[in-house]
């Protein structure tokens, strides 16, 4: 991997202080890394620095900085062409991030000399067709939402699976999650918690007004509807943490497997349930 780039998350690495030790470690080792030309103009190194898009034509490996919400801001675009990811984790949970702060200079031997693992993780393709047929799609790596937005009320939401009924919910919204994305919005909303390599997926209702209401298993050949049973026009599509587009009752909203994958470099020998006991379990104690 000799095209690598460089993406920081400027509000975590307010003083580019690990883009630098990052960009300067690369050069060290006569390797000029890409970044934004908005990042580049303010490295203490070498770079090639090119518009946002051409990392993504132009690198064969990412190095994200930040945390797992920067990783998962990055996924979308990565999947569609094939790029893996490493994440030098900056932020509170670090699921997706194997990097630490003090790991850096390591993790780049190891990465340069291609020491390391490549996990790929299921994603999730939304498709939405309004009324006058107008088709959009985007790709998931976490979740994806629909929820009532600012509405006072609890809406009714119909989940179909494989065009057969489920279930009509009356709920604040529906998470539509990943293996990946089990130990996030789905999580904290009541829903299990799935291995990473898992080839399931999870419906889960958020605040369900019922005493039936549970999470839905699902396997990677299911296919989900959701659609609205009311006219409220204030719905909302969001995806991994971000507002996507707002919803008609007239939208329906199609979910199954991406045909895209992420993928991660899996530099570090932590595995699964040892992050999940250090970041969640015995942060709560």
């Not at 999947?79 to 949970?93: D, E």
């Not at 702060?101 to 031997?109: L, S, T, V």
């Not at 693992?117 to 309004?130: D, Q, S, V, W």
């Amino acid at each position: 991997m000799k095209h690598i780039g460089i993406i920081p998350n400027l509000f975590k690495d307010k003083d580019l202080e690990y883009t630098n030790k990052i960009t300067r470690w690369l050069n060290k080792h006569n390797i000029l890394p890409y970044m934004s030309r908005e990042v580049g103009e303010k490295v203490d190194g070498e770079v090639i620095s090119v518009e946002t898009q051409r990392l993504y034509e132009l690198c064969d490996s990412l190095i994200v900085i930040g945390g797992d919400g920067t990783i998962l801001g990055v996924a979308e675009a990565a999947c569609l062409k094939g790029i893996p990811i490493v994440g030098v984790n900056l932020g509170r949970l670090g699921f997706l991030a194997d990097i630490e702060p003090d790991e850096i200079e390591n993790a780049m031997e190891k990465l340069i000399n291609e020491h390391y693992k490549i996990e790929e993780r299921m994603m999730l393709r939304a498709t939405i067709i309004g009324a006058n047929g107008e088709k959009s799609v985007f790709y998931a790596l976490n979740e994806i939402n629909v929820t009532r937005g600012s509405f006072s009320r609890l809406v009714e939401f119909e989940i179909c699976i494989n065009d057969e009924l489920s279930d009509i919910y009356p709920a604040d919204g529906v998470i539509v999650a990943t293996p990946t994305g089990s130990t996030a919005y789905n999580l904290s909303a009541g829903g299990p918690i799935v291995v990473p390599l898992a080839q399931t997926y999870v419906v889960t209702p958020i605040c369900p007004h019922t005493l039936h209401s549970k999470s839905i298993m699902l396997c990677n050949e299911d296919k989900v509807r959701i659609k609205t049973l009311e006219e409220t026009k204030d719905m909302a599509l969001s995806m991994d943490g971000k507002l996507k587009m707002y919803l008609t009752p007239q939208d329906v909203v199609y979910i199954e497997r991406s045909p895209y994958i992420t993928k991660l470099i899996k530099i570090s020998d932590r595995k699964f349930f040892e992050i999940l006991r250090e970041k969640i379990v015995e942060r709560r104690r």
